[in-house]
């Protein structure tokens, strides 16, 4: 099992970057695919993007493909999102996930979640 909790979320103003960290709790990160979500009032979880368990390989969303990139460090027990010319449509609650495939794009199949930050960009 693995714990998980978001930071970095914030208020910016449309193309400005900010960098999500997930932190993980227990000695198996390095065994677990790792993922990024986001969810926007009334609309579901949508998938952003994946990163294998050693991070030699990462899949992401159309809409975020180009500004947004996941890496991790195993060492740390973390997960990133840098994202770069955030758009106001890249508002939601950002949510990290842990699962075993990362090129499973639906959220339900992701076994462990933190509990989200938000992230707000302004037009």
């Known amino acids: 099992q693995v714990q998980l909790v978001e930071s970095g979320g914030g208020l910016v103003q449309a193309g400005a970057s900010l960098r999500l960290s997930c932190v993980a709790s227990g000695r198996t990160f390095s065994s677990y695919a790792m993922g990024w979500f986001r969810q926007a009032p009334g609309k579901e979880r949508e998938f952003v993007g994946t990163?294998?368990?050693?991070?030699?390989?990462?899949y992401y969303a159309d809409s975020v493909k180009g500004r947004f990139t996941i890496s991790r460090d195993n060492a740390k027990n973390t997960l990133y999102l840098q994202m770069n010319s955030l758009k106001p449509e890249d508002t939601a609650v950002y949510y990290c996930?842990?699962?075993?495939?990362?090129?499973?794009?639906?959220?339900?199949?992701?076994?462990?979640w933190g509990q989200g930050t938000q992230v707000t960009v302004s037009s």
């Open positions: 996930a842990a699962g075993t495939n990362p090129n499973n794009r639906w959220y339900r199949a992701w076994a462990y």
């Open positions: 990163i294998t368990a050693s991070g030699g390989g990462a």
